[in-house]
């Protein structure tokens, strides 16, 4: 597509719920990030795909967190016996290169909301 | 330990006005410098960028100033436009240490330009 598209762009769970978000990149880009932004914070990395690479995970905040790439296109952050403490806006970006440098596209984000 | 730091959450300005945005960062090893846009209920949209081997660039109304020895850079916007009311994030990356890919981000500045 034209974008960086996720799904869905709200979704509302009850504490300890697992859910999937989902991520598809701009064709051809072989570089895909997960990020997040909770309230009043800036974005915090999460998870980087490259290729055929192993991904970095550093960023994903807890074992309750994990995120695949298949085809090397489409991503799934999934977040299982979700907390209060999840709530945020997570955002998925992708680029042709794998240099911060050039700039990420971003999607428009999953807000995220643990009741 | 925040390494990007945005010490003013809001900034008010006249239309036709000079907005200045401003970032300071900690990390040494940062060597290139971002800054996002970000409208409500969309993903940050790359503005302009600026690598630690040059003091200023410029894209149209959007100047990017670095002083390495301060550790600080700043969004000079002249003429502010209603248009330009968005959130401001700063980014930095790395080039070396092998998480070139990586951005770190400020928390935003929050941007009100008045007609």
């Known amino acids: 597509g034209a974008g960086v598209s996720q799904s869905p762009s709200n979704k509302v769970t009850e504490k300890g719920k697992d859910v999937e978000l989902r991520c598809d990149p701009i064709?051809?880009?072989?570089?895909l990030y997960w990020y997040r932004q909770s309230l009043g914070q800036g974005l915090e990395f999460l998870i980087y795909?490259?290729?055929?690479?192993?991904?970095?995970k550093s960023g994903l905040p807890s074992d309750r967190f994990s995120a695949e790439r298949t085809g090397g296109s489409v991503s799934t952050l999934t977040i299982q016996r979700t907390q209060q403490e999840d709530s945020a806006v997570y955002l998925c970006?992708?680029?042709?290169?794998?240099?911060?440098?050039?700039?990420?596209?971003f999607g428009s984000g999953t807000r995220l909301t643990v009741v | 330990d925040q390494q990007v730091k945005q010490n003013s959450p809001s900034l008010s300005v006249q239309e036709g006005r000079i907005s200045i945005l401003n970032c300071d960062y900690t990390n040494s090893m940062f060597d290139y410098f971002l800054w996002y846009k970000k409208y409500p209920a969309e993903g940050p949209t790359f503005l302009i960028s600026i690598s630690s081997i040059k003091d200023k660039n410029e894209d149209g109304r959007f100047t990017v100033f670095l002083n390495k020895s301060a550790k600080h850079l700043s969004l000079h916007i002249v003429p502010s436009q209603p248009g330009d009311s968005a959130v401001y994030f700063c980014a930095a990356s790395a080039s070396s240490g092998g998480s070139n890919y990586k951005l770190t981000f400020g928390k935003g500045t929050l941007l009100t330009v008045n007609p």
């Open positions: 970006a992708s680029s042709g290169t794998s240099r911060a440098n050039y700039g990420y596209t």
């Open positions: 795909f490259q290729g055929n690479s192993a991904p970095d």
């Open positions: 064709s051809g880009h072989t570089a």
